[in-house]
Nanobody
Framework: QVQLVESGGGLVQAGGSLRLSCTASGGTFSLYTMAWFRQAPGKEREFVASISRSGSTADYGDSVEGRFTVSRDNAKNTVFLEMNNLKPEDTAVYYC???????????WGQGTQVTVSS
């Protein structure tokens, strides 16, 4: 059974950086577009970024455009989210997900907490 496991979350001061990783165990990772979402307490889940199967195309949510960068290493079955110039409003649980169709995701990780202090 394929699983997604996120890591790299933590506590950081505003203006700082973090790098999240999401590794897939099993499956054919390179066949799927991968995405990152986040959910803050009391708020709806928010799209953060996605990256195409080859890694040639990436899309970002408006709130993170220019600060976050998504990348992947298909040889290591891993997708990354580099987060720079973090703001307190970036505080959330971050999830990676596997996309099967447009806006449809069939596999989610357990999430990793990111907390940005002011």
């Amino acid at each position: 059974q394929v699983q997604l496991v996120e890591s790299g979350g933590g506590l950081v001061q505003a203006g700082g950086s973090l790098r999240l990783s999401c590794t897939a165990s099993g499956g054919t990772f390179s066949l799927y577009t991968m995405a990152w979402f986040r959910q803050a307490p009391g708020k709806e889940r928010e799209f953060v970024a996605s990256i195409s199967r080859s890694g040639s195309t990436a899309d970002y949510g408006d709130s993170v455009e220019g600060r976050f960068t998504v990348s992947r290493d298909n040889a290591k079955n891993t997708v990354f989210l580099e987060m720079n110039n973090l703001k307190p409003e970036d505080t959330a649980v971050y999830y990676c997900a596997r996309r099967i169709l447009s806006r449809q995701y069939d596999l989610w990780g357990q999430g990793t907490q990111v907390t940005v202090s002011s």
